[in-house]
């Protein structure tokens, strides 16, 4: 496969240099990957999901051992046996799955292996002290350090990880997706330790696959698909068009069609449904093959409203009616949403959508049993012929419905969350964060295949923190702002612009005008 590069690295010694990489696991995910990278430089990693970026990042950083090829640190040998090993000579890596302790404080996690200690106990003035200087690097200033890490959101714990990863001696920092859970204000004070580290001569690996990103951040881009290096060249070259290209090779579709449908009755009714401290009253309705998404910042109770409406948090006021029922709806559990004909795809497909250790077929068929099932008794090739079906309908890359939802991407593992629920055949379908960590080729991907569901008679709720997503799929936008739907916008009456004035417009006025709006993160 033929390699775009103009040969060209920028100046200075070289810090990096990886010689013929490869890595085999059952089949071959990465092949023949050269690449150098010099001090000072950041170097954009992008592909599709499982197109090996994950991968050689752990390599890099000692989480897996290359198959074959070699890799040079200094123009010396380097094979890092751990992660350990990797850190001590100063290669830090944030990954997608958050490496902290929930039970421990902010803290605590900063400098777990370099507690500061004072006659033999843990000097807690000082590891404060040190916890709130490295905090406010990443704007995390409002934030009480003793707060355990398990009480915050997605979005807060993505930046402490990355504060963590800044501490000490550091001359390779691996990024992975780490905007996926920021804010515009935390996005930029992140590119601002960038350019900072850029400065100090630190060599950043920028792997994400939001393109513009990319482009403002990185000198130079490496593409890899299905394995190989198909692209290292000067960033400045591509257009974001031609990225896609490479990526996944064709264009992908810039429009997606949203025709043959039949807007219904109301599927699913909210009247003042909310939960004191968290969300308040919100009356909403989804209609059968309606896009209804909702837009807002972390805390603004988007994914809180979703989990009122699944039974997973109890609503202490209002009400939920399902289709065309005169009577409030009870839902106390996930178990009654389900039965109600509710499902609920959650952004954390790995912590509570998936058993990552079982099959496909197994996670398929996990919410009706009995569907796969005789007197009882599972039934293997009921199960495996399910799983078989659903892999071909919604083109889940995987070599068969054995295998395990663990070695799938990112975007795989999406669809096999999905292709539960369609299995389960819910009438109202809520998405938080469909596409969260997934590349742009299987993004599109998921995209039609929810405007497929559209068509098929389904309502579907989605939280989203990409405005852009939600403007291209959805009938109407609801946008919450302080625990309230501030504004709801139909197609074609909405702006970015608009959707962001009504997502701070909650915050501006809890906090007087203040700079209120700048501390809630945005997901």
Excluded at 469 to 492: H, K, N, P, Q, Y
Aim: glycine fraction near 12%; hydrophobic fraction near 45%.
């Amino acid at each position: 496969m033929t390699i775009e590069t103009t040969g060209a690295h920028g100046a200075g010694g070289v810090l990096l240099s990886l010689t013929d990489i490869g890595k085999t696991y059952v089949e071959p995910v990465l092949g023949g990957v050269r690449l150098q990278l010099r001090p000072g430089q950041v170097l954009a990693l992008t592909g599709e999901n499982g197109a090996g970026k994950s991968t050689l990042s752990k390599i890099i950083c000692g989480l897996e051992q290359a198959s074959t090829g070699a890799m040079l640190l200094d123009g010396q040998a380097y094979l890092p046996a751990s992660r350990g090993d990797a850190e001590k000579l100063g290669i830090r890596m944030v990954m997608q799955e958050l490496n902290l302790l929930p039970t421990l404080s902010v803290a605590e996690n900063l400098y777990l292996n370099q507690l500061p200690q004072r006659f033999g106990w843990i000097d807690r003035a000082r590891l404060e002290r040190d916890a709130r200087a490295q905090m406010a690097k990443v704007g995390l200033d409002d934030i009480d350090p003793w707060t355990l890490v398990g009480q915050l959101g997605i979005g807060h714990q993505q930046m402490i990880e990355i504060a963590r990863n800044l501490i000490g001696d550091c001359r390779l920092l691996v990024l992975d997706e780490p905007t996926a859970m920021l804010t515009h204000r935390e996005v930029e004070l992140l590119f601002a330790q960038i350019e900072r580290l850029k400065a100090a001569g630190v060599a950043i690996i920028y792997i994400s696959h939001r393109l513009e990103e990319l482009k403002r951040v990185a000198d130079r881009i490496a593409v890899l698909r299905d394995g190989e290096l198909v692209c290292d060249d000067s960033i400045a070259h591509y257009s974001s068009a031609d990225l896609v290209r490479l990526m996944v090779g064709r264009a992908a579709d810039a429009d997606i069609d949203l025709s043959g449908r039949n807007i219904g009755a109301p599927l699913l009714r909210l009247d003042g449904l909310g939960r004191k401290g968290a969300v308040q009253p919100a009356t909403l309705e989804v209609k059968a093959g309606q896009i209804v998404g909702i837009a807002g910042l972390i805390g603004s109770g988007r994914t809180e409203l979703l989990r009122l409406i699944f039974g997973a948090d109890r609503a202490d006021q209002g009400q939920l009616f399902i289709g065309d029922g005169t009577a409030p709806a009870r839902i106390d559990s996930p178990s009654d949403a389900v039965a109600a004909g509710i499902a609920m795809i959650t952004e954390d497909r790995k912590g509570q959508g998936l058993l990552l250790q079982q099959s496909i077929a197994a996670n398929t068929s996990l919410a009706r049993l009995d569907g796969v099932s005789s007197r009882g008794w599972l039934d293997d090739a009921a199960e495996t012929a399910l799983g078989q079906r659903y892999i071909e309908q919604l083109g889940i890359r995987s070599r068969h419905p054995g295998q395990t939802v663990a070695e799938l991407s990112g975007g795989n593992q999406q669809k096999v969350v999905i292709a539960r629920w369609l299995y389960r055949d819910c009438a109202v379908m809520l998405f938080d964060e469909p596409t969260r960590g997934i590349d742009i080729g299987a993004k599109f991907d998921i995209y039609n295949l929810l405007a497929e569901l559209a068509r098929q008679g389904k309502g579907l709720l989605i939280v989203s923190s990409d405005l852009r997503e939600l403007m291209l799929i959805c009938d109407r936008i609801a946008v919450m702002s302080a625990g309230r739907i501030v504004d709801t916008f139909e197609r074609g009456a909405w702006s970015q612009d608009s959707l962001l004035a009504a997502a701070f417009s909650g915050y501006l006025q809890t906090h007087g005008g203040t700079s209120g709006a700048d501390n809630a993160v945005a997901a």
